[in-house]
Each structure stands twice: as structure tokens, then as C-alpha cells.
């Protein structure tokens, strides 16, 4: 499943192990990748950096934090969108905020979904699955149909 | 007319003087003439000569006020007469007694000729007076005198109106002016040292006192206004400060809530069959995190509408307070509560504020109507001073009115928990959004017998 990466960008671990256990709860299989923060996060999609010698294979969706270290979630949108390579990438916003602002900027740069993290988190967990399951079962070729 | 007066009485009395100076002076010219004929006269009388006694009368023609004169003889008759221009004039048959008299506007004058002791004859002159007439050119002359004077002196008040009343008036124009156009550096000028002077320098530091005491009052006006930009400048940053902190406070805040529970889930979920003891433990972990985690929603949408800028537009509040009422209806479905909204109930407002506005309030009556035997809640506006009020009004649990100022106080709440859950943000949100549309909020409420909610949204007829 090498080839149905999903990339999770989350710079919280507590956050990042409760998404990974939901995820891993909806039996989603697809290999996926974290990274710490924006900066990380755009070397990792375009293989620089630290990343410069990994299989150079782009996820085929990715779950945002909006809130991240160094470069912010939508400023790391905005790159994505602004790039050939990425720009049909499914993104998934996750957020604690639930400012109309926060979403709309999310919107605005592209984000195809936005899901506020709830602190009920079977709801939260129940929303992650859905779409993990939605967008990483899709065949990889539905960036192409976008 | 004082001066007029003082005038006339002054002409009267010259009048006066001069007409007796007048008289005498005539009476005695007449008496002397008198007396010359009589001593002229004796001669011819003494030698009784008519012939010598008519030229000396004739010399008489020189005096033009003389009409006629006659030597009597001593025995009374008439000797020789003279009468000017030739006229024929009656004489007087006898000679009178010596003396001048005045006969209508006549003098006449007797004088006896006597020579050595013996009368030898009486002169006789007859003579114009002409009092009357002296007395019509003298007011002739007095009048003319006055009108002159009056013509003088008017010429004369009009030149010391231009010297004292101009001045004055330039005074009153410059007050007139500086009240007009609000110009105080305006000054009078100064055009002499007299009492008028005095009057304009007095103006003019008037006027010197009034621009300085303006130019400290708009000094300290200005000073405020810095003062207050400045504050207003202080408040709103931290106003900012204030809504950024409350903005992360309640990201950062929500995310370790969210381990909480997600991390006491796993561990439920990690060890099944646990003892029913430790299920409850659990269930209090997640209902408290639960109410943390609204009451750091509610202080966000605190935040939120104190700072999202207002879109105004006519909103329907009937048809949203029957769509929340649907909502609540449909999460308690056993509850059956009337409501009564009243038709084509709309205001001006946010929409969502708004919304916001009727979801608490709405929601508080729900909630407080829960042990209510016939639940009744009611939306509507009263009219009052040309205002539109709006209420909410439930025949709820209600409030002791002495704890209303504490309504609306974020985090204050008149009931416990147990007894209607809440988190004690909603009516401060309801009170700031009902502010922010420049209108008020105030509640009136009866323990055991209900609450209404009354607000303004600054909006007033025919707006």
C-alpha cells in the first residue's frame, strides 16, 4: 500500500497518537506518514531536505493541522495549491478552532474538507475514519478527476 | 428745545429792552425837536412873523418821522403850520399841555415858547411812532436769528456726531461682527483719547480676555482629544491582546481536554470487562471534560462576537425563533411546550447575532420550563416611547429579581447545576451582541412563575 500514503501534518502528540488510533480503528491500512510542522511537511511532499533520498512518491491525501510550528497549515496549503504537483491533492483541515475565519481561510487556500476536532473524540475519531476511509480507498487517480 | 427755548428768551428779552430803549430814544428825539422849534420860534412869534415861523417849520422836512408841526400864538390859535408832502391835516384847535404823548402810533409833543418869563407861544409836533412796526421787524429779525441758530446747531450736531457717535458705532459693528462670524482677534479701532477711546480700549481687552480664555479652552479641548485618542488607542490594543489570548487560550486549552478524553477512551477500550465502579469513574471524566470543553466554546463565541464585524439587514425573527423552537422539539420529543411567536415579527440586525440572540434565550426558556406542569413560551415586542421592544417570556422556574444584575456577568448563573445544567456564558454573549446593535437588554422574572427577557436593538420607528 506503499502507494496510498497518507500524510498527517500535526505538531501535538497527543493529537497525532489519537489519529493514528482512530485511523488505525477504521482498519485504514494505507501507510501514513507524520510530520511535525509545515516546514517538515513541504519536505517531505517534495523530497528535500532531510527527505531528499525517500521514495519520491506524493501522498494521496493529506489531514492539516491549521495550527503549526514554522510554516502555518494554510500557509502550507497555499504552497501546495500554488504547485502543479500537489495542487489536486486531497486536503483535509483539522482544527480545535471553530472560528468562521479559521475555516474560511482553510476554504479560501483550498482545503477540500475541515474538520473541527471535537473533544468528544469517538466523534472525532468516527469523522477521521470516514474520511481517511473515503479519500485513502479511493483509487489514486481520482487527483486526476478533480 | 431746550436750546431753542433759552434762544427765544434771550431774543424776547433784547426784544424787550430794546423796544423800551426804542420808545424814550424816540420820545426825546421828538421832545429836543420840540424844544428847538419852541426856541427857534420865539423870534417870530415876538415880532409876529408867520412868514419866519413857516421856514423854521419847513426845516423840519429833514426828519422824515416828523408828519406835521404848527406854532400857536399865545393866545392859543394857530400861528403857522407845516404839514409834509402838503397834506391837509386837521391840528389840534387849542395847543395841549407840555409834554409828549402817544396817540395811536402818533407822538405827539407841546413844548411853550417862552421867552423872558412870557409865553409867547406852544410848538407843536406830530411825529410816526412806528412802535409796531419796530416790534414786527424786531420778531422778523429774532425769528430769522433762531432759524439760523437752529441750522447752525443742527450743522454743528452732525459734525460732533462725527466725531463722538462714529466711533461708537464702529465699536457696535466690530461686537456685532465678532458675534456673527465667531471671530474673536477682531478689534475695534481706536480713533481718539476721549471717553470713546476709553470705551474701545475697554472692548478691546475684553475681547483680548475672551480669545485667550478660548485659546485655553481649545487648548485643554485639544489636549482630551489627544488624551482620549490615545486611551482609546491603549484600549483598543489590549482589547486585542485581550482576544488574541482568549483566542489561543481556548485552542490550547481544548487540545489537552481532547487527549484527556481520547486517551481515557483508548484506556476503556484497552481493558474490556472493566468493573462497573470504573465505567462510572469514566463517565464523570467525560462529562466534566465535556462541560470544560463548552464552557471554553461559550468564552470563544464570546470573544467571537465582540470582535466579527456586524452585517446589518432586515431579519426575520419569527421565522428563526420557529426554527430553533422546531430544534428543541425535535432533541426533547417528549416535552410538549406551547410557544407563541407573533406573526411578521422582523428587526434590523446580523442575522447570525440574532440567531445567536434567540437560540439562548430561547433555549434558557426551554430549559427552564423542564418542571413546568403546562409549559408556555412566547416571543413577541411591545411598543414603548416609539422604541420596538423584543422578549422572550417562559411561565418557567425563574429568578429572584434581587440577583438580576448578575444575569448577564459571564460565568454567573442563579441555579445550580444539577438543577438546569449551563455553562453561564450564553446570556453574557446575548448581552453583548444586544449592545453591539446599539440596543439594551433587561429581564423581569417571578420564582416559580416565569422570566421574560426584554431587549432593543437601537433601531427606532420608521427606520
Known amino acids: ?146 | 428745545m431746550t436750546t431753542v427755548t433759552a434762544l427765544l428768551f434771550t431774543v424776547l428779552a433784547m426784544v424787550v429792552y430794546d423796544l423800551r430803549n426804542y420808545g424814550n430814544t424816540v420820545k426825546r428825539d421828538i421832545e429836543t425837536q420840540t424844544d428847538l422849534l419852541a426856541s427857534s420860534s420865539s423870534a417870530a412869534l415876538s415880532f409876529d412873523d408867520p412868514r419866519a415861523a413857516r421856514e423854521n417849520l419847513r426845516v423840519l422836512h429833514h426828519r422824515e418821522r416828523i408828519n406835521a408841526a404848527a406854532i400857536y400864538n399865545a393866545r392859543g390859535a394857530v400861528f403857522a403850520t407845516y404839514s409834509r408832502g402838503g397834506v391837509a391835516r386837521q391840528f389840534p384847535v387849542l395847543p395841549g399841555k407840555e409834554g409828549v404823548y402817544v396817540e395811536g402810533d402818533q407822538l405827539v409833543a407841546f413844548k411853550r415858547v417862552i421867552e423872558n418869563n412870557e409865553i409867547l407861544g406852544t410848538a407843536y409836533i406830530r411825529a410816526d411812532y412806528r412802535f409796531w412796526q419796530r416790534v414786527t421787524d424786531y420778531l422778523t429779525i429774532a425769528s430769522l436769528v433762531l432759524i439760523a441758530a437752529l441750522l447752525v446747531a443742527a450743522l454743528m450736531s452732525l459734525q460732533l456726531q462725527a466725531i463722538i457717535t462714529q466711533p461708537i458705532l464702529s465699536v457696535a459693528a466690530i461686537a456685532r461682527e465678532v458675534v456673527t462670524r465667531n471671530d474673536v482677534s477682531l478689534r475695534a479701532p481706536k480713533t481718539s483719547d476721549d471717553e470713546v477711546g476709553v470705551l474701545t480700549d475697554a472692548f478691546n481687552s475684553m475681547l483680548d480676555e475672551i480669545e485667550a480664555r478660548r485659546a485655553e479652552i481649545t487648548r485643554l479641548n485639544d489636549e482630551l482629544e489627544e488624551r482620549i485618542l490615545q486611551r482609546t488607542a491603549e484600549l483598543e490594543q489590549s482589547n486585542r491582546e485581550l482576544e488574541s489570548f482568549s483566542y489561543s487560550v481556548s485552542h490550547d486549552l481544548r487540545s489537552p481536554l481532547r487527549a484527556i478524553v481520547g486517551f481515557s477512551e483508548a484506556l476503556q477500550e484497552e481493558v474490556p470487562d472493566l468493573p462497573p465502579e470504573a465505567q462510572r469513574l469514566f463517565e464523570r471524566i467525560r462529562a466534566a471534560t465535556r462541560r470544560m470543553a463548552q464552557r471554553i466554546d461559550g468564552l470563544l463565541n464570546l470573544a467571537h462576537v465582540s470582535r466579527r464585524p456586524l452585517t446589518v439587514q432586515m431579519v426575520d425573527l419569527g421565522s428563526i425563533a420557529g426554527e430553533i423552537i422546531e430544534e428543541l422539539r425535535q432533541r426533547d420529543r417528549d416535552r410538549t411546550v406551547t410557544t407563541v411567536v407573533e406573526p411578521e415579527l422582523v428587526a434590523r440586525g446580523d442575522p447570525k447575532l440574532l440567531r445567536a440572540v434567540l437560540e439562548n434565550l430561547l433555549e434558557n426558556a426551554w430549559k427552564f420550563t423542564g418542571d413546568t406542569p403546562r409549559p408556555r413560551i412566547e416571543v413577541g415586542t411591545v411598543g414603548a416611547d416609539g422604541e420596538t421592544v423584543y422578549f422572550v417570556k417562559d411561565n418557567g422556574a425563574g429568578f429572584d429579581m434581587a440577583f438580576a444584575d448578575k444575569l448577564f456577568a459571564a460565568f454567573s448563573r442563579l441555579h445550580a447545576n444539577d438543577e438546569f445544567p449551563g455553562t453561564g456564558i450564553g446570556l453574557a454573549t446575548v448581552q453583548r451582541i444586544v449592545q453591539r446593535h446599539g440596543g439594551r437588554i433587561w429581564a423581569e422574572a417571578v420564582p416559580d412563575e416565569g422570566a421574560a427577557f426584554y431587549f432593543t436593538l437601537g433601531e427606532r420607528d420608521g427606520r
Not at chain 1, 492539516?64 to 510550528?69: F, G, R
Open chain 1, 1 to 146: 500500500m506503499a502507494d496510498k500514503l497518507i500524510l498527517l501534518v500535526e505538531d501535538d502528540p497527543d493529537d497525532e497518537e489519537l489519529t493514528m488510533r482512530a485511523l488505525r480503528k477504521a482498519d485504514v491500512a494505507n501507510e501514513i506518514a507524520v510530520c511535525r510542522d509545515g516546514q517538515e511537511a513541504l519536505e517531505f511532499i517534495f523530497c528535500e531536505g532531510e527527505y531528499a533520498t525517500r521514495a519520491p512518491v506524493l501522498p494521496i491525501a493529506i489531514l492539516l493541522d491549521l495550527k503549526l510550528p514554522k510554516l502555518d497549515g494554510v500557509d502550507l496549503l497555499k504552497r501546495l495549491r500554488g504547485d502543479d504537483r500537489t495542487k489536486h491533492i486531497p486536503v483535509v483541515m483539522l482544527t480545535s478552532s471553530g472560528e468562521q475565519e479559521d475555516m474560511e481561510r482553510a476554504y479560501a487556500a483550498g482545503a477540500n474538507s475541515y474538520i473541527r476536532k471535537p473533544v468528544d473524540f469517538a466523534d472525532f475519531a468516527d469523522a477521521v475514519a470516514r474520511l481517511a476511509v473515503y479519500w485513502g480507498s479511493l483509487n489514486a487517480d481520482l487527483t486526476d478527476r478533480r
